[in-house]
């Protein structure tokens, strides 16, 4: 993971953020171009404890998605690619012109068999799609489901790290014995601190990934 991370970041960039849509929204029987067409944006969520953000720009990323069937085509204007990862990949340059990007599209979904957990919304069919209509589905027959995940070096990151920086900031460690127990010296901890809040700097773009990179760089 750490080599892959490392093919994913340049210019002093050494972390990378983890997305996912699980189950990736999709109606059931639709074409892949036609299901990412139905989204103007990507309906990943950011695996992290931190508020939702949206990205609308990136510098790199790796996207796979499984699942997904080639059952039928109508127009749509994907429709010209001649493989699905071409399908994936025109999508991903609309929504993130200029980024570098790769794209996979497996046909296996992920298997969701127990002991897998059973989370899942009773209107998905046994494959984890929409049904075209609806009718009721129960969450205990889901099988299966597509899934769009991403590896993705964007500005988001840059609050993410600041946000880091500004907790492990905010409590006076000098007051717990305990925390340098372990041989971590106060000097080492605050350069520590100073590597994250220059790594954070490495994501900035001068408009931010949601506008508040400067509050989050104010400290």
């Keep these: 993971m750490l080599h892959f991370a490392d093919s994913l970041t340049f210019s002093g960039r050494k972390v990378v953020a983890a997305w996912a849509a699980l189950p990736f929204p999709a109606l059931s029987g639709s074409s892949l171009p036609d299901i990412l067409s139905a989204h103007q944006d990507v309906p990943w969520k950011l695996l992290s404890s931190w508020k939702e953000q949206k990205v609308s720009c990136c510098f790199a990323q790796s996207v796979v998605l499984r699942g997904i069937c080639q059952e039928k085509f109508t127009r749509s204007p994907l429709h010209s690619c001649e493989s699905p990862e071409q399908v994936l990949q025109q999508y991903l340059h609309t929504q993130f012109p200029g980024a570098f990007s790769t794209s996979h599209v497996l046909q296996q979904p992920c298997h969701t068999q127990p002991p897998f957990p059973r989370f899942f919304s009773p209107l998905l069919t046994r494959r ?39 907790e492990l900031r905010a409590p006076n460690v000098r007051r717990w014995s305990s925390f340098f127990t372990a041989g971590v010296e106060q000097d080492d901890f605050q350069e520590a601190l100073e590597e994250i809040k220059t790594l954070a700097q490495c994501y900035e773009t001068g408009f931010g990934a949601d506008g508040s990179e400067d509050e989050a760089d104010s400290d």
């Design 128 to 166: 984890g799609f929409l049904p075209d209509k609806a009718q009721g589905f129960s969450s205990a027959g889901v099988e299966s489901i597509p899934v769009l995940a991403a590896l993705q070096s964007s500005p988001v990151l840059h609050w993410l790290l600041s946000g880091l920086c500004r």
